[in-house]
């Protein structure tokens, strides 16, 4: 499973902090190491790829609870 940042923008910044309250048969790849909680960063242009693997225990299946908090933080070429 992945999660996908993906920002599109010229001069903005986007933060999130992703809380799996639940997540069976679910494992944070490496870099990453918490499973139960992981912040990104994705400046302009830039793409970021968050990994879990699904694990056979599971037989393919997999659940999960989250909660999540963002911020943008605007660039120059937003502001007034």
């Known amino acids: 499973?992945?999660?996908k940042y993906?920002?599109?923008?010229?001069?903005?910044?986007l933060t999130e902090t992703v809380y799996m309250k639940k997540h069976d048969y679910l494992t944070i790849c490496p870099p990453e190491t918490n499973s139960d909680q992981f912040s990104?960063?994705?400046?302009?242009k830039s793409v970021k790829l968050i990994k879990f693997k699904i694990d056979p225990a599971g037989g393919g299946g997999y659940s999960l609870a989250l909660s999540f908090s963002y911020s943008v933080k605007?660039?120059?070429d937003n502001l007034l």
């Open 1 to 3: 499973m992945i999660f």
């Open 74 to 76: 605007l660039g120059e």
């Open 6 to 13: 993906e920002n599109k923008s010229e001069g903005s910044t």
């Open 40 to 44: 990104v960063t994705v400046g302009p």
